[in-house]
């Protein structure tokens, strides 16, 4: 059996959709192509956590029903990610999605068999319960696999480890093979007792995190124990540096000609025009000297917490008088725990 397998689309919205469409229809494709018989995908759909507009989850709906290859799948499985998780409520951003005959959503961890292979799903969790761990620690002999959506211990520098929602390798050592999301950049770790698999990103998301790798989605043949990779053609995040007017002038041409990619230009604030700072998929943010396009907020070295908090509420937030309570509240409790501002 052939199943498609991609993770962290991350989708946004404010204009951010559009490249997070075109990943999800380019994936859709290439699994049409290569005739998979399931599709599972590990976490992260969405990027905002606690704020979704119905207009984005509309054009999920949308796209989904468009994709007519879905009634040829024997299953679509979708694990929730920390970004599709109402951590408070224990709720997820995804479930909606059980309404489609295919999807189904994993709201709690959940053995399948999938031809024959003992297939072990497991949702985000910020915390692990002792059902969670005694569902992890369970498998005995046989070819068990683990998806994942969570921090892992793997012993590298670049991953972040936290004390509560990682797992090790006396828990990954219970699998034969495990399939991971959450970090967006690809790799492959093996040893004696198990091979671990992270899908990264099927699209690049910002500059931090995706700028110069490739994309890819993947296809596993079960039969062949086999995983197969394909790059995919997604919008990129492009960081120019512009120095002089001639420069500029060259890059608002490119930008004009290109409506796909992301920019981040560096720039003199005496440099910057009322057309530069119309042109598509470019914002500014001035008092940083430079424009910035992100689907996360930009924090400058010298930002005080009082102004980080202010333009993360201020992003999550479009009401300002709403905006400027949740800010003053925040600030309050900030410095009820100790924290000075």
Not at 197 to 204: D, K, P
Not at 216 to 231: H, L, M, N, Q, R
Not at 259 to 270: A, G, Q, S
Not at 291 to 308: K, L, T
Request: proline share 2%; charged share 35%.
């Amino acid at each position: 059996m052939k199943i498609g397998l991609f993770s962290d689309l991350h989708m946004d919205y404010k204009g951010f959709e559009i490249s997070g469409i075109d990943a999800l229809n380019k994936t859709f494709d290439v699994f049409k192509k290569e005739k998979v018989k399931g599709i599972i995908f590990l976490g992260d759909f969405f990027s905002k956590r606690y704020k979704i507009p119905h207009r984005l989850l509309y054009t999920v709906v949308q796209e989904i029903e468009k994709f007519e290859y879905l009634n040829e799948l024997d299953f679509f499985y979708m694990l929730p990610g920390n970004h599709d998780m109402f951590l408070l409520s224990g709720a997820n951003s995804i479930s909606f999605l059980n309404l489609q005959e295919k999807i189904k959503v994993f709201e709690k961890p959940e053995k399948i068999k999938i031809d024959k292979i003992n297939c072990y799903f497991f949702p985000y969790r910020k915390k692990f319960s002792e059902e969670d761990l005694k569902f992890l620690k369970s498998p005995k002999s046989g070819d068990n696999i683990l998806f994942v959506h969570q921090y892992l211990d793997v012993k590298e520098e670049s991953i972040i480890e936290t004390q509560e929602d990682i797992l090790d390798e006396k828990i990954l050592s219970k699998y034969d093979l495990v399939f991971s999301g959450h970090y967006h950049a690809p790799f492959v770790r093996e040893n004696k007792k198990y091979k671990l698999f992270n899908l990264g990103s099927n699209r690049h998301i910002s500059f931090k995190d995706c700028e110069g790798r490739d994309r890819y989605v993947y296809v596993w043949d079960t039969k062949k124990s086999a995983i197969k990779e394909f790059s995919l053609d997604v919008a990129k995040y492009i960081k120019l540096t512009i120095s002089d007017e001639k420069e500029r002038d060259s890059v608002m041409k490119e930008i004009k000609k290109n409506n796909r990619d992301f920019y981040k230009l560096k720039i003199p604030v005496e440099l910057i025009t009322s057309d530069l700072e119309l042109l598509p998929n470019v914002e500014t943010s001035k008092e940083y000297d430079k424009f910035e396009v992100e689907s996360r907020i930009g924090i400058s070295e010298d930002c005080s917490i009082e102004e980080i908090f202010e333009r993360y509420v201020k992003n999550l937030i479009e009401d300002k008088k709403e905006a400027s309570l949740y800010i003053e509240r925040g600030l309050e409790l900030m410095k009820e725990v100790g924290i000075n501002v």
